[in-house]
C-alpha cells in the first residue's frame, strides 16, 4: 500500500512540477483511440430525383352529355306512348302521338291540291307546244297556284308532325305520368331525356391555376359517398374568365360513363395533378437548419461536406430541394449530430454492402 502511494506520489509530482509526458505505449494507445473516434460511423442515403406535383381537388355535381324535359307542341288526346323508365331510345324515335285524324286529312287534301296545281300546268305548257297560244298570264298564273300547293302541303305537314314527340338525340327516358288516353298541352311534361354515356362535372379553380388547368389535361373524379371509387376524366372546358368574388375560374371535366354505373346529378370530388418539374429529393431527416439555412451534410470520398440547400416541398417524409448536389450522391441521415466539415466518416451502408455480397458470403465458399 504504502509502496502504490509513492509511486501515484511520483506520478503526481512529475506532471505538475517537471511537465513529464506519457510512456511511449500510453502515447500509442491515445492516438489510437483519437483516431478511431475521429472516423464516425453514420448511415447514409441517395439523392434521387422526383416530380413536384401540385394537387387541385374541388367539389362539382355531375350532369349528363345532353339532357333535356320533353313537352309536345300542340295539345290534344294521347293515342300512343312509349315512356317507360329508364328505356333506352335512339334519336328520331317516337315517344309519343296525339289523336291527328283531322291532320292527316288536311295533308291529304293538300296533297290532291298539289297535283292538280301539277296538271293544270303541264296541260298549258303542252298546248303552248301546239302553237294554242296560251297567253303568259295564264300560265305564270298556274306555276303560282303550283308553289301555293307546295307551301299548303309543307304546312300541314309541320301541323301533323306536332302531334307526335320523338327523341331528339339517343338516350335513357326518365319518369312520367303520361298515358294513352290522357290529354295534354304544351305546357305538360312529358319525360325527361338523358345522355348519360358521358358525365359533365364542372367545378372551381383557383385563379393562381390559369393556364395549368388545359384542355385535355387528366383528372381523379372520386364519388362523394364512396371515396374508394376513383374513375378517370379530362378537361374538356376552361371558362374565359374569373370570377371577381371567389377569385375563381369554373371548369368542367368529363367522365366516362360506358358501363353506366354512375347518374347524373351525383357530387364527385375532382382531383388535378399537375407536374412543375422535377428536383433533388433527399429523406426530410438529412435536411438539418443552421444561422444561414438549410443544409445537408453529403460524403466526398470518405470526408464529410455541408451543402447549402433551398427547400422547395415536402413530400411524404422527403424534401424536395434545390442545391449543388447531384444525382446518386449520399447524404448523412444517422450519425449527423457529431459530423464537422472534413471529418471522416465510415458509410455504415456500404459496409453492410460488402459484407453481404456473394465474395464474402460465408455460404458461398467451398
Given at each position: 500500500m504504502l509502496m502504490r502511494f509513492s509511486s501515484l506520489s511520483v506520478s503526481l509530482a512529475c506532471v505538475f512540477m517537471f511537465g513529464c509526458t506519457e510512456s511511449p505505449d500510453e502515447e500509442k494507445r491515445t492516438s489510437r483511440g483519437s483516431w478511431?473516434?475521429?472516423?464516425?460511423?453514420v448511415v447514409t442515403a441517395p439523392v434521387e430525383r422526383a416530380p413536384l406535383i401540385d394537387s387541385i381537388k374541388s367539389v362539382g355535381t355531375a350532369r349528363a352529355r345532353q339532357s333535356v324535359t320533353l313537352y309536345p307542341e300542340s295539345s290534344g288526346?294521347?293515342?300512343f306512348a312509349k315512356l317507360a323508365p329508364d328505356t333506352?331510345?335512339?334519336?328520331?324515335?317516337?315517344?309519343l302521338k296525339l289523336d291527328d285524324r283531322d291532320q292527316a286529312l288536311a295533308v291529304r287534301q293538300a296533297e290532291v291540291e298539289l297535283a292538280e296545281a301539277k296538271r293544270i300546268l303541264n296541260r298549258y305548257l303542252s298546248l303552248n307546244s301546239t302553237d294554242a297560244n296560251i297567253p303568259q298570264s295564264t300560265i305564270d298564273t298556274a306555276q303560282s297556284n303550283l308553289d301555293l300547293a307546295e307551301i299548303r302541303l309543307a304546312q300541314v305537314e309541320v301541323e301533323l308532325s306536332r302531334r307526335q314527340v320523338t327523341a331528339p338525340f339517343s338516350g335513357r327516358i326518365g319518369i312520367t305520368d303520361v298515358e294513352i288516353g290522357d290529354r295534354v298541352d304544351t305546357s305538360t311534361v312529358v319525360t325527361t331525356l338523358d345522355d348519360r354515356s358521358i358525365l359533365l362535372v364542372d367545378f372551381k379553380v383557383p385563379e393562381s391555376f390559369i393556364g395549368r388547368i388545359v384542355m385535355d389535361l387528366n383528372v381523379q373524379a372520386r364519388q362523394w359517398e364512396s371515396p374508394d371509387d376513383n374513375t378517370s376524366g379530362r378537361i374538356v372546358a376552361v371558362d374565359s374568365r374569373v370570377d371577381s368574388a371567389t377569385r375563381a375560374?369554373?371548369?368542367?371535366?368529363?367522365?366516362?360513363?360506358?358501363?353506366d354505373?354512375?347518374?347524373?346529378?351525383?357530387?364527385f370530388e375532382i382531383d388535378a395533378s399537375i407536374e412543375k418539374g422535377e428536383y433533388l429529393s433527399v429523406p426530410e431527416l438529412s435536411v438539418q437548419w443552421g444561422a444561414d439555412g438549410p443544409y445537408v451534410w453529403?460524403?466526398?470520398g470518405d470526408r464529410a461536406m455541408r451543402y447549402p440547400v433551398e427547400m422547395v416541398r415536402r413530400i411524404e417524409g422527403r424534401m424536395l430541394i434545390r442545391g449543388e448536389l447531384v444525382e446518386g450522391q449520399r447524404v448523412i441521415l444517422e450519425g449527423i449530430q457529431s459530423v464537422r466539415p472534413g471529418m471522416k466518416i465510415k458509410d455504415i451502408n456500404s459496409a453492410t454492402t460488402t459484407a453481404r455480397s456473394p465474395k464474402n458470403d460465408p455460404a458461398d465458399r467451398t
Open positions: 478511431s473516434a475521429r472516423e464516425l460511423p288526346v294521347v293515342t333506352p331510345v335512339t334519336a328520331g324515335e317516337i315517344l375560374f369554373r371548369a368542367r371535366a368529363a367522365i366516362d360513363n360506358s358501363a354505373s354512375l347518374r347524373p346529378g351525383m357530387a453529403s460524403t466526398k
